[in-house]
């Protein structure tokens, strides 16, 4: 009578196997859907800065800068190396692309630039400026030789939370943030960058960018929790 039961237990779990439905793996494909926990390699072509050549990077946070324009969603991500840089993506033209950040102590701020020149930056008008000549090896790929000032105090907020597929509110959520922000672009195509943001509370904050096509990122890993 035992071995009957333990018969018909084996026969019911070997047709709940075979048709039960298992869950699909998620395809990911794109920059744009990224989500928390998900980790991306980017390739090792010449053209991206030396430091984030062929690192892999995970996720870890999901913020977005809402600008006049609509929302900038932006991941934070850790290295396999562990640093950290936010990664978002622009729209050149119509086509989209991708741009990494790297956020500068106060003391690597003066060895790529002149304390005067950063200065200029928050005067009235646009500045031009170089960057200084004698840049150490670890910010190879990340700062052009000219700068050119292209939005001047402008005003933005910032939200800690994911915000694809939301119609722009700063008022919705109460998380947000108000900044000021200013950018500079460098390079023969533009594609350096600093972004300079001031907060209601005095802070500022200042970002080495720079722009990249998708393609720099040669595979995803969906991994999201």
Known sequence: MGTGSGA???ETLMFKSLFSKKKPVRKLESAADLHVGDMFTLSDRLYLPESVRGVTCEVISIGAYEFESGYETDFTVKTDQGDNYTVSLSDDNGELELSLSRKLA???VLKLFSEEDIGEIFADGFASFSSNTDIPSEFDGWVAGEY???TDCASCYYHKADMRGKTPDHFSRGIEEELQ???CS???NEDYGLFIENSADG???IYLTRSVALTAI???WPNAR
Do not use: F
Request: net charge negative.
């Open 8 to 10: 018909h237990s084996v």
């Open 106 to 108: 106060r003391s690597s």
């Open 148 to 150: 050119q000032e292209t």
């Open 181 to 183: 922000y200013y950018e």
């Open 186 to 188: 460098g390079g023969d």
């Open 203 to 205: 802070e500022t904050e």
């Open 218 to 220: 040669a595979e995803y």
